[in-house]
């Protein structure tokens, strides 16, 4: 019963033994009528814009990953992936005190995280990961860094250039088992981390940093659908691949306003 396992009674009731996330094994947002819990609603600021509470959740991914580095004020990171979580994981760290490079693929998605105000990023397949941290940071390397790419070259690239005593947090989902070599982990003392999702202070956290201006959230927003072109969203999202980011379905009408406590029919 969730709640009662060993996870749920340490207070990492996130990684329940019988975790059941709405929207996958759940039933989610998609539909006529949704009803929560009371105790997991999270008041949100009477300023907030719709898209600013819609990336609140995606934020706290990201809060909860890089809680789990621990202390990285002063460090030079590196974020694996720039998509939406891999680039509010780097504003995160950023908001955070650390020295942030983000790598991808995608000129579009990199452009964005210039924009959100990561000032240091690099094609992954036209410069390898220690030319890349060397060009950022010089002979120090990095400490920390975070896959959310959930591919193994990233990994592996990662594991192989990260400074001895150096932490990799694991934020994005393998379809695949990766390989990764243990011997230098083992070596070089590094730590292998794992996150999922987030708990309630995340959230808040995650707020409190869009409040104040530490995570961009306008560059992220890349189209809004109706609620009635609910499968046309997808098909964007599909169709734009490496060229989206957030893609927004519009539950009310715009003249409500931008916030969230006007009455809704």
Request: with cysteine; glycine share 10%.
């Amino acid at each position: 019963m969730s709640g009662q396992c060993k996870p749920c009674r340490r207070g990492d009731y996130h990684i329940c033994d019988h975790l059941k996330v709405q929207g996958f094994q759940a039933p989610g947002c998609a539909q006529q009528w949704f009803v929560t819990a009371v105790e997991k609603v999270v008041p949100l600021p009477e300023d907030f814009t719709f898209e600013q509470g819609a990336l609140v959740e995606p934020a706290a991914v990201a809060v909860h990953a890089v809680v789990r580095a621990g202390d990285v004020a002063g460090q030079n990171a590196v974020v694996l992936g720039a998509g939406p979580i891999g680039n509010l994981v780097a504003q995160v760290a950023r908001a955070s005190d650390a020295d942030v490079l983000v790598t991808d693929l995608s000129d579009f998605r990199l452009d964005v995280a210039r924009r959100c105000g990561i000032s240091h990023t690099s094609r992954a397949d036209r410069e390898t990961l220690w030319e890349a941290t060397a060009r950022a940071f010089g002979s120090s390397g990095f400490d920390v860094a975070w896959d959310c790419t959930g591919c193994e070259a990233p990994v592996d690239a990662a594991v192989g250039s990260i400074a001895k005593g150096g932490r990799l947090v694991v934020v994005g989902v393998f379809a695949e088992k990766p390989r990764v070599d243990l011997g230098l982990v083992q070596d070089r003392e590094l730590s292998l981390l794992g996150t999922l999702m987030y708990r309630r202070n995340d959230y808040q956290r995650a707020i409190e940093l869009i409040v104040a201006g530490k995570i961009a959230t306008g560059p992220l927003d890349s189209a809004h659908f109706r609620f009635e072109d609910y499968a046309a969203a997808y098909e964007f999202i599909e169709r734009q691949s490496d060229r989206s980011m957030k893609v927004f379905i519009d539950l009310f009408d715009d003249s409500i306003g931008p916030g969230f406590n006007g009455e809704q029919n």
